[in-house]
């Protein structure tokens, strides 16, 4: 082969190389809006709802939105054919983690527990179950780890509704439980688990103030409101500015 020759194959392997890379970075920036879309979904349908069958009925309009999602991933099938996955990760990853956020918000409204690493493959399979790609360990775990801040925020606006209070000790009690034990052997993992032991705090202290207060002064009911009210508006605050 002539060195012209060489060089335009190495040309045409490098334009396939970039080009294959941002059409991976758009995909994965269209996964990440949807994803977020989802999430605010879910917010908005569980503040506004006020039904025993809410967290259901928010769990299914996240999956029916998710499924955009899954429609652009089974269209990178052929991107990420054989190696190219592990080639491309670092394009995938966002949008991935986001996305799995997003699964894990509306699983934990439908079943109050965490979703699994095969769960989470599944969704990311054919109708023959052939996977679009594979699902990385890492990946997986940041993912979750983003959910923290979702239930934080999920907690403390549902602690001024009725059995919100209740609902919130459960969150409290459920990233306490699975969260706290992640170790930050994965890349990225430690700063995530710094935000989640934050978002943690942030229940923590809106959970107790209320149940403190509520017990060690026998407030009146509509007292208690207010604080709950007060609480609310401080840690909604204090959320945000954490966003």
Not at 72 to 88: H, N, V
Not at 122 to 147: A, E, K, N, R
Not at 193 to 212: F, G, R
Request: some cysteine.
């Amino acid at each position: 082969m002539s060195s012209s020759a060489a060089f335009d194959d190495y040309r045409a392997h490098l334009d396939d190389y970039n080009d294959r890379r941002e059409r991976l970075i758009k995909a994965s920036r269209d996964v990440t809006n949807l994803s977020k879309r989802t999430i605010f979904l879910l917010h908005r349908i569980m503040i506004e709802a006020d039904s025993d069958d809410a967290a259901a009925s928010a769990a299914a309009s996240g999956r029916e939105k998710l499924r955009e999602v899954q429609t652009i991933y089974a269209s990178l099938k052929p991107e990420l054919e054989g190696d190219r996955f592990w080639r491309y990760q670092r394009q995938v990853s966002p949008g991935l983690q986001e996305y799995i956020e997003a699964l894990s918000f509306a699983h934990y409204l439908e079943h109050k527990s965490l979703i699994t690493f095969e769960e989470v493959q599944q969704t990311l399979c054919d109708s023959d179950g052939i996977s679009y790609f594979p699902l990385s360990v890492s990946d997986y775990l940041l993912g979750l780890s983003d959910l923290t801040g979702e239930l934080m925020r999920f907690a403390i606006s549902a602690i001024g509704r009725r059995g919100g209070r209740a609902q919130a000790s459960q969150v409290c009690a459920f990233v306490r439980a699975y969260f706290e034990r992640m170790t930050p052997y994965i890349r990225d993992l430690s700063k995530k688990q710094a935000v989640t032991a934050q978002s943690l705090e942030k229940i923590e202290d809106a959970a107790y103030a209320i149940i403190v207060r509520g017990s060690e002064y026998a407030l009146p009911q509509e007292m208690l409101d207010d604080i709950v009210a007060q609480s609310v508006s401080k840690f909604s605050h204090d959320g945000d500015s954490t966003r």
